[in-house]
């Protein structure tokens, strides 16, 4: 196993990577693990970009350095377990950032409970992760914000009668997909399709085709990159009379638009985070890190590269102060800096309950227009107004 890892992270150039020329106290050992190839490799490769800008601009404010260590998990649950063990159990890091998809984090996090290593994720949302109450286990983002947040446009801008819901099998897609409905059905909005489909599925059309006999005037589409392009693409061939398209995680990415080009306008999707949506008091900390992504990636940071790099920034500070500023870097201590957090983010306000959850976390849903993610809900935060109806095909 180990062997087979060192591999795979010799092979992708990712493995036991320093960044920086920092100096000063011992140096911090960070580990990441996140896919960069495999299924949900489009997510976890933005994630990672962000943490390695973390990493840099750490040692350059805090004049530390920091060894960085990677490991592509192959969206693979048991590649994800590998990963955290190597770190670790060998690496011996400090703190451990990064996974995407709650089937691979589940069991990582298990991993780094049992090597009593603190794990920060950003990318799983299922409420059974936090629910064991693992005491190294925090994460930025959780169901309830996303749900909200999709139920709400639809019920206060769409004022929709009819939806479709069409989900992933994976446990992280069928739990929003069940919130999200029971919270259309408690608002008076009928879900006359809730279906789900396998991971690897490739021909969505009989199951978009019942969308189209019952009449549904959104269809909402839990589930991840692949999934998305699938459907849409299907739904574009049988021309589909909705009146809006939604996706949960991903949407919106860089690759994304690469991927799916005019196909991706109108779409909706949830964030985090979308450019000049950070709170008044983190306008000038988004433009940093905005300013600072761009000069090193010649991009725009997607909301799934800012979590990857908060991900990083507070674990990394973290340890830092809860070593004392001395290079004591103990996981309790971490883990208490982790719990006292309570500052105002280009997220929002981040702080973490006695579970590791975040307690003040609210997405946002945004529709690409002319290439662009333009915020319509909630309106507090809107940067636009919605263009509905409207699908990239058509429709109705």
């Known amino acids: 196993m180990r062997r087979t890892l060192v591999r795979a992270a010799l092979a992708a150039s990712l493995v036991g990577i320093w960044i920086g020329t920092g100096l000063g106290a011992a140096p911090i050992k960070l580990g990441a693990h996140a896919p960069q190839t495999g299924s949900l490799a489009k997510h976890g490769i933005e994630q990672m970009k962000g943490i390695r800008l973390a990493a840099e601009e750490f040692e350059k404010s805090h004049k530390i350095k920091v060894d960085l260590f990677i490991y592509d998990d192959e969206s693979n649950p048991q590649k994800a377990v590998a990963a955290v063990e190597k770190l670790a159990g060998v690496d011996k890091v400090n703190g451990i950032v990064g996974g995407y998809g709650s089937n691979l984090v589940g069991p990582a996090s298990e991993a780094a409970e049992r090597y009593d290593t603190p794990y920060l994720t950003t990318g799983a949302v299922d409420t059974k992760l936090s629910a064991k109450k693992f005491k190294n286990f925090f994460r930025l983002n959780n169901m309830p914000g996303y749900a909200a947040a999709q139920s709400g446009t639809i019920k206060d801008l769409f004022k929709a009668k009819k939806v479709a ?69 299907d739904a574009k061939i049988l021309n589909l009379p909705v009146k809006a398209y939604m996706g949960a995680w991903g949407i919106g990415t860089p690759e994304f638009t690469r991927e799916l080009g005019p196909m991706s306008e109108y779409v909706y999707g949830t964030s985090i985070w979308e450019m000049g949506t950070a709170p008044k008091a983190a306008k000038q900390e988004e433009a940093g890190i905005v300013t600072a992504y761009k000069a090193k990636f010649k991009e725009e940071p997607s909301y799934i590269a800012m979590l990857g790099y908060l991900s990083g920034k507070y674990m990394l500070e973290a340890i830092y102060k809860g070593g004392g500023n001395a290079g004591s870097y103990g996981a309790e201590n971490t883990r208490k800096t982790l719990r006292a957090v309570d500052v105002v983010s280009p997220l929002g306000r981040v702080a973490f309950d006695d579970k590791g959850d975040p307690r003040y976390f609210s997405a946002v849903l945004f529709q690409t227009q002319k290439g662009t993610q333009v915020v319509v809900y909630p309106r507090e935060r809107a940067q636009g107004s919605v263009q509905y109806p409207a699908v990239p095909w058509g429709g109705k």
Do not use: W
Request: charged share 25%; with cysteine.
């Open 165 to 233: 819901i069409l989900y992933n099998s994976l446990s992280a897609t069928t739990e929003i997909a069940e919130v999200v409905k029971e919270q259309l059905v408690r608002a008076g909005i009928a879900v006359p399709v809730f279906e789900k489909f396998e991971k690897g599925t490739t021909n969505y059309k009989p199951i978009l085709l019942k969308v189209k006999d019952a009449g549904c005037e959104v269809l909402l589409v839990e589930g991840y990159f692949p999934d998305y392009v699938g459907t849409l693409k």
